[in-house]
């Protein structure tokens, strides 16, 4: 058994899909979670909302910016004394874009702003919440970091799925999401003489509330028939940053139901 009995376990995007299932779950295994969200997102409700054991706490920050990420991490520390694990699940992804009212150009439309505001929240984002932890982790002489990459971060979208959608695929989500890893190995080799490991869980598609054609395009390209749910990738997830991965550092783990093995 998977236990986080007195561990204090962070999750940026805390009220999305992902950081939400994680949070539960990791709550029924002892843990103290804290959910980090935008403002917007209400996170101190939405914890409240979740919690089964009173166990789960939520406070607004805005991964862009560096003063937000440091003041959000100096209240976490000094009102539950350590942080243990930092789960990044936080993105700008379609799904936001649509509820925000945003739309898809093509990508020779793509304004550089959209571009830079993705990069911003998926990239520099999980740069900032890195770069905060890190003095955290060594002083503890251990720590656990677990970035939320993407299917599309390792493999090219089939364009055909999302004719006819409201949304789409968009290239700066696909970059970001790649240049994750690419931080993940970099501060593996850096922190691993500190007892600090860093890996990367990679989603397929996770269902949102798709329209049923967009969820059965994407359903017949992966060899298990259907997009992922929030909970397929949970295991995964709670086994990186638990005792039991001790070994494991700068590895990408893929739970995108085949998708990436066609």
């Known amino acids: 058994m998977i236990n986080f009995e007195g561990q ?37 409700e939405y914890a409240k909302k979740i919690t089964s054991h009173d166990r789960i706490f939520g406070f607004a920050i805005d991964i862009t910016d560096e003063t937000s990420v440091k003041d959000v991490f100096s209240v976490i520390v000094s009102e539950f004394g350590q942080i243990n694990s930092v789960i ?90 790649a240049a994750v890893h690419g931080l993940t190995m970099w501060l593996a080799t850096y922190w691993a ?20 054609e967009f969820s059965n395009s994407y359903s017949n390209r992966t060899p298990l028939g259907r997009m992922a749910v929030p909970s397929d990738m949970v295991g995964m997830a709670l086994f990186l940053i638990s005792n039991r991965a001790d070994y494991i550092t700068g590895q990408q783990f893929i739970v995108d139901g085949g998708l990436s093995a066609w």
């Open 88 to 177: 990044n699940s936080a993105a700008a992804t379609g799904e936001m874009i649509v509820r925000d009212g945003g739309e898809f150009p093509s990508f020779e439309e793509t304004p550089l702003e959209s571009w830079k505001k993705v990069m911003d929240v998926n990239i520099t984002g999980n740069f900032l919440i890195a770069r905060e932890i890190g003095p955290i982790f060594i002083k503890q002489e251990h720590g656990n970091l677990l970035n939320v990459s993407s299917i599309y971060g390792i493999r090219g979208p089939d364009h055909r799925i999302y004719e006819g959608q409201p949304f789409s695929s968009f290239a700066a989500y696909s970059a970001s999401k």
């Open 193 to 212: 003489a500190k007892h600090i490991r860093v890996n990367t869980l990679v989603p397929g598609g996770v269902f949102n509330d798709h329209n049923d």
């Open 8 to 44: 204090v376990i962070v999750i940026t995007g805390g009220c999305g899909t992902l950081g939400a299932a994680m949070a539960v779950e990791l709550e029924l295994c002892d843990a103290t979670v804290v959910i980090l969200d935008m403002e917007n997102q209400n996170p101190r």
